[in-house]
């Protein structure tokens, strides 16, 4: 096969593969390829190599030259596995782009980008390599064992081998065998992608014409389940060619067995074929829809900014009909000929926009998020690659598939945190990434959200992008009203009930009356958020993890939301000895409990990550909500996303002091969004929508700003202080954990490692200091925050300060065992 790519070295030349291993290396490894193989080495297949001892890996092809190492050796590539790239230049740029702006590996970036099903696994077998009969007394009775299974098997991996002997350390034995010329060890490598087929029926080509159709029917007058197979296919063949065994046996009243004896027969031929994991039915929706007069003018304004602007943000208030926007201009996209890529925030949104975008897109929507198993993830993967999905829609890692002309990026609610990778590395915005993505695809990105973040505002303010307001609700809609009850005068008048002001419990019990919905919010999940002994103080904590458990109703367990510690509940302090435990605070599971006791005839569901396990968790609470199975819905922050319900028309929030008080410069910006975000889920049709926000401090300006959507007020108090606190956008942030499982070490290297830092950067140096959760997984922290000005100092520069301390770290062997870990724009 001619490769154009090696087409200018001869096939004589000795060629050299830079490649990206999976593994968290300093830069990529040279390899030597061999002569056969110079027409079928490209740059972005995959090949399979062997790095250290004995370790195999599938790595990516970077870059080919006839330039050999020059401090090593390079050994040969083991195989090629693809016959074409499975990655672009373009994915190399964002490649390279995110290592160093996040200042993490390219092998960690790889691990991140490909799909699970597309990165081979390794794994030891054993294989005998005996071919005569030899004496077997020399054996050990362990490697006796082994010979023996070896015999039965064929081959056995490592771990079928440790099972065996019931012991762990099998190597020395291995080695022995080996020693002795009767084992081979081997890796071999596996490749998990395997396409999904079904099997189809078809007439074979004797009984195609309808006199051969006639005499099989008279020939199967004694089979007569046989005979109404065929009568029952002939039928489907008018609808449909491609008829399966269940549809056959569904259509037909026989069992499988006559199916299998007209195969048999010959009068059926068995085809196997390749299917998409993502078909499914049309969804019944308005596909034409018209744009009002405030959507259009919108609309032409977001043409007339992409003619300037590469980034623009639109501003558009929650059932403003963003949606609809954004459905215009991906098919605009497509009309180009061009592909386009709708992320959003949350896993949990896809369900109701996908069904959106199947009616419009239908077989060319693709939809990427890690709910989906590896092979569909590899799925995805492929066919985006092959442009036969034009639009895809997904989570952050979707800016990560085989996009080859990217015509349009859309980020719907482009505030959210959850666009933001905390761990593992590459600590990545999906955002900040798809507006990079836009950059090398030469494409236009539009960032849409009700509730902008402070940075996207400011750079639209500032003219650095372009700006587009669509500030008023689709059709009839009115915003919702806003109220603040205060939970302390309520408790004076004597008007709370548990959790729920009389307010509240009474705006309830009229919207259920009406036939129409409530969502109810709360930001904790699980039952009780504190275990406390009322005697001596005594509080269950994570043995793991320096946070307090939270007690679960569903699995009668206290659970750490840090590591997935679980325990059984205490009955008696284990402290003192008294049985006096109290639970205090609360989540989704006692506000579900409570309000079941207080108004025990109306239907309830629960929406938060315990009840949404499992791939269509999520899609099965939201559509049996959807249609109208709860009158009411408790939930986390995930009822706050995007979400969009006819009924809804009244929202309450149960307490929000925890989520304005929680210890985060973001906290008041994060508070205003969430709030009105969650308000938004009210009235989003004719009738009007109802919020009501419990609350201690009622007076709190956030909480004016919510009830007055003053998202301007909002931006200029927080802005100010932004700026007089050398906070972003002002100023980049870059932290530094430290960690290790001795505070001590831990505390003496984050010490050390900030005052390495010091001498050039100064006061810029905050810390360290321990994190609100100092000891996470057994591993104390300690954190050190950079605060770097955007004006008169280059930030590429700080960062290779940053990697010169951080090599001399790990190289002092003082430091060894400590971990550390930089998180670029981290909050």
């Not at 390279?96 to 790889?110: I, N, P, R």
């Not at 605060?787 to 001399?808: F, G, P, Q, Y």
């Amino acid at each position: 096969m001619s490769n154009p790519q090696s087409s200018i070295f001869s096939e004589r030349d000795t060629l050299f593969i830079d490649v990206v291993l999976p593994l968290a290396l300093a830069r990529t490894y040279t390899y030597r390829i061999p002569a056969d193989w110079n027409d079928r080495v490209q740059i972005g297949v995959r090949v399979i190599v062997q790095f250290g001892r004995n370790k195999i890996y599938s790595a990516v092809v970077k870059s080919i030259s006839k330039e050999a190492p020059l401090k090593y050796e390079a050994k040969y590539i083991l195989d090629i596995i693809d016959d074409k790239p499975i990655v672009n230049l373009a994915q190399f740029k964002l490649w390279d782009w995110l290592a160093d702006y996040y200042m993490c590996s390219l092998g960690e970036v790889m691990q991140a980008a490909l799909p699970a099903a597309l990165k081979l696994a390794s794994e030891t077998k054993v294989i005998s390599s005996i071919t005569e009969e030899f004496d077997r007394s020399t054996l050990s009775d362990k490697e006796y064992l082994i010979i023996e299974a070896l015999e039965v098997a064929g081959e056995l991996k490592v771990n079928d081998i440790v099972k065996l002997l019931g012991q762990k350390t099998v190597f020395p034995i291995l080695k022995q065998l080996f020693d002795k010329g009767i084992v081979l060890i081997s890796e071999e490598i596996t490749e998990r992608y395997k396409p999904k087929t079904k099997v189809f029926l078809r007439f074979a080509p004797d009984f195609r014409n309808e006199d051969a159709k006639r005499e099989l029917l008279d020939s199967l007058n004694r089979a007569p389940k046989q005979q109404d197979a065929v009568l029952a296919f002939m039928q489907l063949v008018k609808k449909t060619e491609e008829i399966t065994r269940p549809m056959l046996a569904e259509a037909s009243g026989c069992g499988n067995g006559a199916i299998t004896a007209l195969i048999d027969k010959g009068v059926f031929e068995v085809k196997e074929k390749v299917v998409s994991r993502f078909q499914g039915e049309d969804i019944e929706l308005d596909a034409n829809f018209q744009f009002n007069e405030n959507q259009q003018r919108a609309y032409d304004e977001i043409q007339q900014s992409f003619e300037e602007k590469e980034v623009t943000l639109l501003h558009g208030v929650t059932a403003s009909g963003k949606t609809q926007l954004y459905i215009r201009l991906i098919e605009q996209a497509i009309a180009e000929g061009k592909s386009a890529l709708y992320l959003l925030p949350e896993i949990a949104l896809t369900a109701q926009i996908t069904a959106r975008l199947k009616l419009h897109f239908g077989d060319k929507l693709g939809v990427y998020h890690s709910k989906f198993n590896d092979n569909e993830r590899a799925e995805v993967w492929q066919k985006v690659m092959k442009n036969e999905f034009q639009v895809v829609i997904g989570a952050r890692s979707s800016v990560f598939l085989p996009f080859q002309d990217l015509g349009i990026i859309i980020v719907d609610e482009e505030h959210e945190s959850s666009y933001k990778q905390f761990d593992p590395a590459p600590r990545y915005h999906a955002r900040d990434t798809a507006i990079y993505l836009g950059f090398l695809h030469q494409t236009k990105v539009l960032l849409g959200s009700a509730t902008p973040s402070l940075e996207s505002y400011y750079n639209a303010k500032a003219k650095k992008y372009g700006f587009v307001q669509l500030l008023e609700r689709y059709g009839n809609a009115q915003l919702p009203s806003v109220e603040l009850v205060n939970i302390p005068e309520e408790g004076r008048k004597e008007n709370m009930f548990s959790y729920f002001s009389g307010t509240l419990l009474k705006a309830i019990e009229e919207a259920v009356k009406n036939k129409e919905q409530v969502i109810l919010f709360q930001n904790r999940r699980g039952h009780t958020t504190m275990i406390q002994c009322n005697t001596c103080g005594f509080v269950a904590k994570c043995v793991n993890c320096d946070v307090s458990l939270t007690y679960h109703k569903s699995s009668n367990m206290m659970h750490c939301h840090y590591c997935g510690h679980v325990e059984p509940p205490l009955r008696v302090c284990p402290a003192c000895g008294m049985p006096h435990i109290e639970s205090k605070g609360f989540g989704t599971e006692r506000v579900e409990e409570e309000l079941e006791l207080l108004m025990p005839e109306i239907r309830i569901g629960r929406l938060d990550l315990d009840s949404t396990k499992g791939k269509y968790g999520f899609d099965k609470i939201i559509t049996a909500f959807d249609e109208h199975e709860f009158d009411v819905l408790i939930g986390t922050q995930m009822v706050a996303k995007g979400l969009d319900f006819g009924r809804v028309s009244l929202i309450g929030v149960v307490n929000a002091d925890t989520i304005i008080n929680f210890p985060d410069f973001r906290a008041y910006e994060r508070s205003f969004s969430l709030f009105s975000q969650v308000a938004g889920r009210a009235g989003r049709r004719e009738a009007g929508g109802r919020v009501i926000i419990q609350s201690y401090t009622t007076n709190h300006r956030v909480l004016e700003q919510v009830v007055n959507n003053d998202y301007e007020g909002m931006f200029m108090t927080e802005i100010t202080e932004r700026k007089n606190y050398l906070y972003p956008p002002f100023y980049r942030l870059i932290r530094i954990d430290i960690k290790h499982t001795d505070f001590q070490k831990c505390y003496d290297a984050a010490n050390r490692f900030a005052a390495a830092l010091r001498p050039q950067l100064g006061a810029r140096v905050l810390g360290p200091e321990p994190p609100l959760v100092s000891r996470v997984r057994n591993n104390f922290i300690q954190t050190i925050t950079l605060k770097i000005e955007r004006t008169n100092i280059s930030i590429a520069k700080v960062k290779e300060l940053i990697r010169s301390v951080l090599l001399d770290f790990e190289i002092d062997k003082t430091n060894s065992g400590v971990r550390v870990q930089v998180d670029v724009d981290p909050y």
